[in-house]
C-alpha cells in the first residue's frame, strides 16, 4: 500500500513535461504567424480603400462638366467636357524611402503633397480632391493618359515596404474612358507582394 501511494504522487514525468513544452511553443509559432499575417493584411487595407476613393473621386470629376466660361449667343450651344484629372507633379510622399518600414504624415501646407497642384486646375490630387490626414504606410500617384479622349485610360497606384526588406508591395486600379463616354473603373484591384 505505501508503494502505490510513494507512486501515485510522485508528478509529472521529464518525457510529460517536454510534450506540454514542445506542444505550448507549436502553437506559439503559429500564434505569431496568424497575428503577423493579420496585422499585414490590416495595413494593406489602406492601399485598398484609398485606391478605390481616388477611383471615385477619378469618376467624379470625369463627370464634372468642364465648359468655357464665355457667354453663349442666343440659339448657340456648348459641348459637354468631361476629362480625366492629368497626373500629379509629385507622387504622396516623393519617394518610396519614406515609407519603407514607417508610416508618412502628409504635408498639408499649400504646395506639398496633397496640396502640390492647388494652382493648375484639372491636374493632380487637388483635381481628384483626395487627401489624407492620417500618417499613410503606401506613396500614393496616379496615371492618366489621353484623359479627354474615348481611349482614355486612368491608373491608380499605391506602392509601400511594411517591413522594410527593401521588397515593395504595389497595389493598382485601373480605369478607362467607354465608347459611350463613361469612366467605368476596374472591379478588382492588381497585387504584387500585398503583404510585403
Known amino acids: 500500500m505505501r508503494k502505490f501511494m510513494r507512486k501515485a504522487s510522485r508528478g509529472f514525468t521529464l518525457i510529460e513535461l517536454m510534450i506540454v513544452v514542445a506542444i ?3 502553437l506559439a509559432v503559429l500564434a505569431i504567424y496568424g497575428v503577423r499575417k493579420y496585422i499585414a493584411n490590416a495595413k494593406t487595407a489602406e492601399a485598398r480603400n484609398s485606391l478605390g476613393q481616388m477611383g471615385k473621386d477619378e469618376s467624379t470629376a470625369f463627370e464634372k462638366e468642364s465648359m468655357g466660361g ?3 449667343a442666343a440659339g ?5 467636357s468631361r476629362s480625366l484629372c492629368t497626373n500629379p507633379s509629385t507622387p504622396v510622399p516623393a519617394t518610396i524611402a519614406k ?3 514607417m508610416k508618412y504624415q502628409a504635408d498639408a501646407t499649400s504646395g506639398k503633397d496633397w496640396n502640390a497642384d492647388n494652382g493648375t486646375p484639372g491636374k493632380g490630387f487637388a483635381c481628384l480632391k483626395f487627401s489624407m490626414d492620417a500618417p499613410q504606410y503606401y506613396m500614393y500617384t496616379f496615371t492618366t493618359v489621353n484623359g479627354s479622349a474615348a ?3 486612368w491608373a491608380g497606384t499605391a506602392a509601400g515596404d511594411l517591413n522594410g526588406d527593401g521588397v515593395s508591395s504595389l497595389f493598382t486600379l485601373n480605369g478607362a474612358i467607354s465608347t459611350q463616354m463613361t469612366f467605368d473603373l476596374a472591379p478588382n484591384l492588381i497585387e504584387a507582394n500585398p503583404e510585403e
Open 151 to 153: 481611349a482614355g485610360t
Open 76 to 80: 448657340a450651344n456648348a459641348a459637354v
Open 70 to 72: 464665355a457667354v453663349l
Open 99 to 101: 515609407v519603407k518600414g
Open 24 to 26: 505550448i511553443g507549436i
